[in-house]
Nanobody, 119 residues
Framework: QVQLVESGGGLVQPGGSLRLSCVAS????????MFWYRQTPGEQREVVAE???????NYADSEKGRFTISRDNAKNTVYLQMNSLKPEDTAVYFC?????????????WGQGTQVTVSS
């Protein structure tokens, strides 16, 4: 059974930094594409960053240069380092992965961690 558990959210002032963690079980983060999404009330979840099974990172345009996704294979954990945070980064952040079997894509989500950027 795949489980994703996020942590590291909190309240931070504009310009500050946070590092989110996503501990995975039931999968190997080194073998799966892993994603960070975020969602604000009334809005759809939007992808923030991806790290492929090969270790390549991809980012939404608004996060390039500010956010860094990484992973620790030994800890089976994915991280999102967020710098130069802005009030518009306030959201619930979710860790995500998917497993595709016989053409069926199964998505797995963590419970989310709240990030609030405010002075």
């Amino acid at each position: 059974q795949v489980q994703l558990v996020e942590s590291g959210g909190g309240l931070v002032q504009p310009g500050g930094s946070l590092r989110l963690s996503c501990v995975a079980s039931g999968i190997r983060v080194s073998s799966n594409a892993m994603f960070w999404y975020r969602q604000t009330p009334g809005e759809q979840r939007e992808v923030v960053a991806e790290i492929t099974s090969g270790g390549s990172a991809n980012y939404a345009d608004s996060e390039k240069g500010r956010f860094t996704i990484s992973r620790d294979n030994a800890k089976n954990t994915v991280y999102l380092q967020m710098n130069s945070l802005k009030p518009e980064d306030t959201a619930v952040y979710f860790c995500n992965t998917f497993i595709q079997t016989r053409g069926i894509k199964n998505n797995y989500w963590g419970q989310g961690t709240q990030v609030t950027v405010s002075s």
